[in-house]
């Protein structure tokens, strides 16, 4: 009997590297963990190329053992560097792990999946963590960390996330168009 | 030495009213009052920062809703260098089904370049603010352009510079500003800076709004 297929993307964008969350998306417990809760395809987004990554000892051995995965998992791995068309990956995952990036939040978001949102201790300016934290107080995602992917993406599974509000560019264009002098329509 | 007292004093007086005419084109200390009526299907000229990375694709999302029957003609500024930003402009255009001639993509040089010397940065500065002159100046469509649209980016607090050299001389140039998403508790420091700046500055987050007194919210806008 063949499970149906069920997806889960990991995405760091496309600014900084994130080694860490890579780190943890391979490490055996979180891929058993996904396995038991039944998915079946795991596609990871890891933007590391030999020049981005400084040619440093672990992010050689990192990338490495991205090309040669290991076939002990009953998981099919996906990995890639970057994707112009992230968005159509999303589309079609059951379950985001991301960065906090604004813009892959958003994206996750507005397709209504579950989302695990990871912020990366690494950056100086970490506003990021802000803007996670604040959408899991409000109930859309779920905050996790480097050190306990398997326990963020079981909660995850269990949570009944709230469904994020949708664009508000109407708004912004009416003020554009106020600042032009228009006449408000209607 | 009479002509030197005479020549001191005018520079003074002229320094004054400088400094008055400016006070009263600073929205911070003169709220601007709402812009005179536009009748229908005039010519407007739109300007878009672009910067890095989350703030284009936020500056895409906010223009997205804009009525193109209502903003004739929109100019996008990129740093020199961001071919991704310029590349995510082209394709937002094009996938509006716009006329390759109702839009421009501009690269203005950046003000300081990451590990720039502090000694070259003065010039590089006056050469990205010309630039920006250049870019606000309308560039032969119309005059200066008649509002600008930015989010955060560095390059914007240049752009917003140049607006007021031509809102000083009479220009009716309106800017706004949008606040990131990513920023729910603090302003990030273009937002800081344009705060005083601005016509319109909006932020995303309603914590944002009890700390800045002039900040407006209108909820999640991209």
């Known amino acids: 009997m063949s499970l149906p297929p069920k997806t889960a993307l990991i995405t760091v964008g496309a600014t900084a590297p994130f080694p860490a969350l890579i780190s943890a998306s391979l490490a055996p417990a979180f891929l058993s963990t996904l396995s038991s809760l039944g998915y079946t395809h795991l596609l990871i987004q890891h933007g590391l190329t030999p020049t981005n990554f400084g040619g440093t000892p672990s992010g050689q051995s990192l990338l490495s053992s991205l090309t040669n995965l290991s076939t002990t998992s009953p998981l099919k791995i996906t990995a890639f560097d970057f994707t112009p068309n992230l968005s159509s990956e999303i589309a079609t995952s059951d379950l985001i792990i991301s960065h906090a990036g604004s813009g892959s939040i958003l994206e996750a978001l507005r397709h209504v999946k579950r989302l695990v949102v990871v912020p990366n201790e690494d950056l100086m300016d970490n506003h990021q963590k802000e803007l996670a934290g604040e959408l899991e107080a409000q109930g859309y995602l779920i905050e996790g960390r480097v050190d306990n992917l398997p326990e963020a993406i079981k909660k995850a599974e269990r949570a009944t996330f709230k469904h994020f509000p949708r664009s508000g560019s109407e708004v912004f264009g009416r003020i554009v168009e106020e600042e032009l002098g228009f006449e408000a329509e209607g | ?222």
Request: with cysteine; proline share 7%; charged share 15%.
């Open chain 2, 1 to 222: 030495m009479f002509n030197f007292i005479i020549a001191l004093a005018t520079l003074i007086v002229l320094s004054f009213l400088a400094f008055l005419r400016l006070l009263s084109i600073l929205p911070s200390t003169n709220p601007p009052p709402p812009p005179p009526p536009r009748p229908p299907k005039s010519h407007t000229h739109l300007l878009a920062v672009l910067g890095s990375g989350g703030h284009t694709s936020e500056a895409l999302l906010l223009l997205s809703s804009l009525n193109p029957s209502k903003l004739s003609y929109r100019t996008y500024i990129v740093s020199s260098g961001d071919s991704l930003s310029a590349q995510k402009a082209l394709d937002f255009e094009l996938t509006r089904a716009s006329s390759r001639e109702s839009f421009t993509i501009k690269e203005i040089p950046r003000a300081r370049k990451i590990g720039q010397s502090w000694l070259s940065t003065p010039a590089s500065c006056l050469r990205c603010f010309l630039s920006c002159l250049v870019a606000v100046g309308g560039g032969g469509r119309g005059g200066v352009v008649d509002v600008v649209v930015c989010n955060g980016p560095g390059s914007a607090v240049m752009v917003v510079g140049a607006c007021l050299w031509y809102k000083f001389w009479g220009a009716k140039t309106r800017t706004i500003y949008v606040e990131s998403f990513a920023r729910v508790k603090s302003l990030s420091l273009s937002g800081r800076i344009l705060y005083w700046l601005v016509d319109r500055f909006i932020v995303q987050w309603p914590r944002l709004k009890e700390r800045y007194k002039r900040a407006e919210y209108h909820g999640i806008l991209v």
